[in-house]
């Protein structure tokens, strides 16, 4: 992936960099200097203005994320590319287990299976058994961040993106996911952003460091912490 | 069933107009977002909806949102053949009716009854123009099925019951007439006639609004059952934001009868680009 000149008025601009597959690139920088808007960029949650991300696939094809169509975008949402969003989403009237299945359905696995597959990140993330089939809605924060996870593991994407995904948890929680993602096959690629320094220490295999909009640096987290 | 889109469109629309009067050469000119009138000051002619092209995949939800009279009925009755348009085409991708590349308004009548009867699904804003409100809900899905070339009494009933049963309308109350239904369940009545033919377009205009919310969810909860477990394209039409956002995946905002923006609908939400759209999505945060 690599992230040419992205700009938005208010948001960000100039920002350049490329990840290797199966790299952890984190994002830090102050809140408000642009890391959300710029992982939405590369979801297409927001359009950017100039600039491109050239996004490589599997098969050797390569889409620019800015200009793809929107049915290719939602192709590779669905086949290669998780987000998991600052703001914790919950569905509607569906109970934690089926929030995380739910991706699997869309591929169409069978129910059992696709509960039996979110029952156990349910169990590795340690969300109580009781509120396996209890609505999300209800949840806290970590728990819903959680879930929230879960369901975007359960996809196995390529492309991984999390928008400060340890941001609701206790330290325990928070050791728990950072173990899930460091545990996640390698051939994955992810992207997130993080506050807690030491997450960033133990994930990121390189930081981006967003200041007053642009991007102030790259580098390992040795370099840059 | 997996609803990843296969990679011809179910429905393309292409340029559809649809102008109510006299008409004058200046009607699309005069009119549009930007002039913020549907009505042309020169022959007072309604531009009702112009120049609409969009293309949905089958199992795909597309959602159109817009302000009362932009145009969003409009659209859905002309593909319904309920009314003529003005200019424009649609084509079907559907097998065996030999019309997969004609525009579906120059068929004629016969042929374009066909086309409904076999491959569109249409649930009104208003039940009592989707459903004969004094024959029974049974009757009214025996109509749709009839009309779609069944003949064997016992299988339409059969059918029907499963119709029913599916949209949860309760099998004793087959034999008894709409009119005495509450609004959410001749929604769903509509719902079970418009999937009789197992349609490969279904067009859904606002079927929720003017119902209590906790009716409206397990309608919202119905279609997307619907879209689990069929292949149907569907067009969403409501002026709801939060029912697209929990149901479709793109959506188009119409404005004076113009397609003001199109998009992924998490886009359209967090980063709507067109002027019209920023207003609608403020206006309900
Ligand atoms: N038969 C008709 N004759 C003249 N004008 C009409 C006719 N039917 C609709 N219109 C006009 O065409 C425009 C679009 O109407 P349409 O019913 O498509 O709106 P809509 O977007 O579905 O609105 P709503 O959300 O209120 O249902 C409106 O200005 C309407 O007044
Ligand atoms: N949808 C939007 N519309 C307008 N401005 C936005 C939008 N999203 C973010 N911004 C602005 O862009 C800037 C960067 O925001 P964001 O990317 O969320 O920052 P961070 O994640 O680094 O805290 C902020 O000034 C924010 O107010
Ligand atoms: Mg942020
Ligand atoms: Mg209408
Ligand atoms: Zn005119």
């Known amino acids: ?225 | 069933m997996t609803p990843t889109p296969a990679s011809a469109p179910a429905l393309r629309v292409n340029n559809l107009t649809k102008i109510y009067g006299s008409r004058c050469p200046d009607c699309i000119e005069n009119t549009g977002p930007d002039h913020g009138r549907n009505v042309c000051p020169a022959c007072g002619s309604v531009v009702a909806c112009a120049n609409i092209t969009f293309e949905v995949m089958p199992g795909e939800i597309l959602g159109i949102v817009g302000e009362s009279g932009s145009g969003k009925s409009t659209i859905v009755r002309c593909l319904h053949f309920d009314m003529e348009p003005t200019m424009g085409a649609a084509y079907l991708r559907c097998s065996g009716n030999g019309s997969d590349d004609a525009n579906i308004f120059q068929l004629n009548s016969q042929e374009m009854r066909a086309v409904r009867n076999q491959h569109l699904g249409m649930v009104y804003q208003n039940p009592q123009m989707g459903l004969r409100l004094d024959v029974t809900a049974g009757g009214n899905i025996a109509e749709k099925l009839l009309a779609a070339g069944w003949r064997n009494v016992g299988m339409i009933r059969d059918r029907g019951g499963l119709l029913l049963k599916r949209t949860e309308i309760p099998l004793e109350r087959m034999d008894e007439a709409p009119r005495n239904f509450s609004g959410g369940m001749q929604q769903r009545v509509q719902i079970a006639k418009a999937l009789a033919n197992d349609p490969d377009v279904l067009l859904l205009d606002e079927l929720t609004t003017g119902l209590d919310v906790s009716v409206q969810a397990r309608i919202l909860d119905l279609i997307k059952e619907i879209r689990r477990s069929t292949d149907a394209a569907m067009i969403l039409i409501t002026h709801d934001l939060g029912v697209i956002k929990l149901l479709s995946e793109r959506t188009i905002v119409l404005k004076d009868g113009r397609i003001v923006e199109t998009g992924l609908t998490d886009q359209i939400l967090e980063d709507p680009q067109h002027e019209y759209t920023q207003l609608l999505v403020n206006s309900v945060l």
């Open chain 1, 1 to 225: 992936m690599h992230v040419l000149g992205g700009k938005k008025i208010k948001g960000f601009e100039d920002v350049s960099f490329s990840v290797k597959r199966g790299e952890f690139l984190a994002i830090i920088g102050s809140s408000g200097s642009g890391k959300s808007s710029l992982l939405k960029c590369m979801y297409r949650t927001y359009l950017a203005d100039s600039g491109s991300m050239l996004y490589h696939g599997d098969s050797g094809s390569v889409i620019d994320l800015t200009t793809a169509s929107d049915h290719e975008i939602l192709a590779i949402r669905r086949n290669e590319v998780g987000y998991v969003s600052q703001l914790l989403q919950v569905v509607p009237r569906t109970i934690a287990v089926d929030v995380i299945a739910e991706p699997l359905l869309q591929r169409g696995i069978g129910i059992d299976d696709a509960r039996d597959a979110a029952s156990g990140y349910l169990a590795r993330l340690r969300i109580p058994e009781d509120l396996w089939d209890a609505y999300p809605s209800t949840f806290s924060g970590g728990e819903r961040q959680r879930v929230n996870i879960a369901r975007a593991l359960i996809r196995a994407p390529r492309l991984l993106l999390l928008d400060e995904p340890t941001s609701a948890l206790d330290p325990a929680s928070t050791a728990v996911v950072v173990g899930m993602l460091r545990g996640v096959n390698p051939g994955t690629t992810m992207i997130g952003i993080f506050h807690d320094l030491s997450v960033v220490r133990e994930l990121a295999d390189r930081v981006v460091v967003m200041k007053d909009n642009r991007m102030a640096g790259i580098g390992t987290p040795e370099e840059i912490l």
